[in-house]
């Protein structure tokens, strides 16, 4: 009943090891950190500012090769559906990454995709890992062991910390995600708020129509399936867990516990 394979389709997903042999499927947060330092990371200490500073210039990085913005053209289209275009002397660069002027990537654990856009003021620390086509928009907070899949947005001055993006997953505008998972296709109305930390001391607890199962997580945020859609201004209690294809209508609390695949969720 709360495998992942109850929420979430696993067959293109990356980082899939993650969740193997779990009963729960809050265990692939259980293992992130551990994960995350096996990963083998890009040395890009030759190209990035030392310390986080931010980028004083565009770069595009395209295969083994490093260009300025100044030497290409970019057509600055939505990256997760493939219309970032990057030219060089009339030359297409296929798949190419653009990070814009005004990014702060901090540590040197940082694995970036084919075909991503980060936007200028964006923050990024290790570890983080971000799969291709994925845009990083403009003001986001990335405070280390995300991990973002295939096409995923992370919107403006949006907050992640600790939370694992499935493909497709778009938390576009003023979210917070804390100790988090956001399947396949799960969006996340603006202003959405992730939260993962209880007002009383101990783990977090999970409601079931069986009784309560002990996370054995003092930090657990929102577990959302495949294709949940939350309204603007929404909350979810720690400890919430969305079936496949839920809705949480606009401005609802969400109560923490299991609620179904299909659920509707209101005020």
Known sequence: MLTSASFFDLSDTTFAGLFMDTEQVWEGLNRLKSY???VSYPDFSHIFPKNGEPLAKTLVLHEADVYSGAEVDIHFGDAPKGLLKVSRHGRPLEGATVIMAGVS???????????????PGAMISSPTIIDDQTVIRQGAYIRGYCLFGKRCVVGHVTEVKHSIFLNDAKAGHFAYLGDSILGNHANL???TKLANLRFTSGTVQIKTPDGFLDSGLRKLGAILGDHVQTGCNSVTNPGTLLGPRSLVLPNTTVPSGLHKAGSIIRR
């Open 189 to 191: 109305g603006a202003g």
């Open 36 to 38: 995350m330092i096996t």
């Open 105 to 119: 990537l901090l540590g040197n654990q940082i694995q970036i995709g084919k075909g991503v856009l980060m936007e």
